[in-house]
């Protein structure tokens, strides 16, 4: 099979469905949200294969054109979804009905998909997901991801890992506010050691969250505000929830020197599950992205259970389940315990 076949045909179905259903409205909702919920959960149960990765040293264009075709579905869905929820004639079930599997559309899939592009050599492709994250209201993830996520990942230097035993309602506002403040700190500390003046990239995530949502109010009015506001908020709230599982618990030793040890495929959770492996993009292959961030995601490889955590259930079945603070901490602190056991550390 081509190597990006599967990823094309995970990720854009839903575009479809969810275009149908805020166009058309009726059972292209329901449609749309169980592909969102039930549908990727019951795959991920019944298709047990691990595909291996494309050849690390191929070319693969596809993987591009497919990002720059979602990253650009991803902007067009948005202004359908936002029309729909502000002025369409639907009921209350319907309208909640299609914000969800929207917003759950925007937060597992173009997030992963902006993150991917967010890597890329090319600038026009970087591009791309910077403003699908200043679509979300989220443009600062782009700073903050790429030179402080990736620095001190799995540090308490990092806004975006959770410590142990932390509920996400304690992380999320901590990793919201840190990234936005560490993000901005990195950029004007780049700016110093190149010798340049100039601008951080701020002005244009904040200018531009507040053009797109002036371009909302001009289009829908008030209510084309609230839903914006309402799906990004939706978003990211899984973009956290995702940095909130794929690095719970987990640390990086300091030398004596107070260096953060080289980070390793220990330090990322990941799951083995094939089908929303290829909806999210492979962002469940964790440890590899952190080991190769500019590898495209169909190269990224799952690391033996020897190596790297693996979550006891899929990425969004985990994030699901992090919003319940009692049962996750029985689900994830076993399997942390579990973990460190194996790795010959105290629990």
Sequence with gaps: MHPVRAFAVASLAPVGLIALAAWLGGVWIWLALAYMTLFAFAMDQLIARIDPPAD????LPAADALSATLALAHLALLALVIGALATGDLSLAQWIGLYVAAALFFGQVSNSNAHELIHRGNRLLYTLGKWVYISLLFGHHTSAHNKVHHRFAASEADPN???????????????????FVEGYRQERADLARRGRGGWTPYPVYVGGALALLALSYLAFGLAGVGAHLALAAYAQIQLLLSDYVQHYGLSRARGPDGKLEPIGPAHSWNARHWFTAHLMLNA??????????????????????????????????????ALFPGPWRRVMGRALAKWQKSQGATA
Excluded: C, K, V
């Design 284 to 321: 469940p292959r964790h440890s590899d992205h952190h080991a190769h961030p500019a590898r495209p995601y169909p190269q990224l490889r799952l690391h033996a259970a020897r190596e790297a955590p693996i979550l006891p259930s899929s990425l969004p079945a985990m994030a699901a389940l």
């Design 161 to 179: 890992t959770a410590r142990p035993g932390e509920s996400f309602y304690h992380f999320a506002p901590r990793a919201w506010i840190g990234s």
């Design 56 to 59: 690390p040293g191929g070319r």
